[in-house]
Antibody
Framework: QVQLQESGPGLVKPSQTLSLTCTVSGGSVTSGHYYWSWIRQPAGKELEWIGRIYTTGSTIYSPSLKSRVTISIDASRSQFSLRLSSVTAEDTAVYYC???????????WGRGTPVTVSS | QSALTQPASVSGSPGQSITISCTGT?????????VSWYQHHPGKAPKLIIS???NRPSGVSDRFSGSKSGNTASLTISGLQAEDEADYFC???????????FGAGTRVTVL
């Protein structure tokens, strides 16, 4: 059974960089059919796709966040990570990592980790 | 790309059937048969219950079913049970960046 687990600071100061890691167990981040994604949900709002990465390191980011987002992958640790720079209160949300099958379907998700941007 | 529209809440009595709608546009829900539904109990990982509009992954109860008409997808839960009380959200592939859009979720309450 594939499991994903997000980790990282729950509180980030405005203008700083948010950094989260997703650890994958029960499966390999190098499998060819899968992409690895970050998604977030501000309280009371819809979920928002942030970006995805393939095992080769190839990335695609949502246009709305592209200038501030970096997603990386570490196959040796079975992890992929999110960095979001210059955060503001609008970046306060629950952040999820998820596995994406054939770039079409999110089949496994982490439980999510809440991140608050506040001084 | 706009988000998908879902009702904030739906309720029903045990044994009843309920339907949750997910309205998008001709660029997402209406364009592709890549609409998924997820069940989310707070504090747990969202669980895939419907993929590609109508497909149920292995192990998912056949009380869950999906359909689509035009730009609106629907999730029906039949024979409602207490354990079905959760949030449900939809997701659609758009074909252009951003490639994935979601609804805000629907809270299902079993009366």
């Amino acid at each position: 059974q594939v499991q994903l687990q997000e980790s990282g600071p729950g509180l980030v100061k405005p203008s700083q960089t948010l950094s989260l890691t997703c650890t994958v167990s029960g499966g390999s981040v190098t499998s060819g059919h899968y992409y690895w994604s970050w998604i977030r949900q501000p309280a009371g709002k819809e979920l928002e796709w942030i970006g995805r990465i393939y095992t080769t390191g190839s990335t695609i980011y949502s246009p709305s966040l592209k200038s501030r987002v970096t997603i990386s992958i570490d196959a040796s640790r079975s992890q992929f990570s999110l960095r979001l720079s210059s955060v503001t209160a609008e970046d306060t949300a629950v952040y999820y990592c998820a596995r994406l099958v054939d770039a079409k379907l999110f089949d496994y998700w982490g439980r999510g980790t809440p991140v608050t941007v506040s001084s | 790309q706009s988000a998908l529209t879902q009702p904030a809440s739906v309720s029903g009595s045990p044994g009843q059937s309920i339907t949750i709608s997910c309205t998008g546009t001709s660029s997402d829900v209406g364009a592709y048969n890549y609409v998924s539904w997820y069940q989310h109990h707070p504090g747990k990982a969202p669980k895939l219950i419907i993929s590609e509009v109508t497909n149920r992954p292995s192990g998912v109860s056949d009380r869950f079913s999906g359909s689509k008409s035009g730009n609106t997808a629907s999730l029906t839960i039949s024979g409602l049970q207490a354990e079905d009380e959760a949030d449900y959200f939809c997701n659609a592939f758009t074909g252009t960046n951003p490639y994935y859009v979601f609804g805000a979720g629907t809270r299902v309450t079993v009366l």
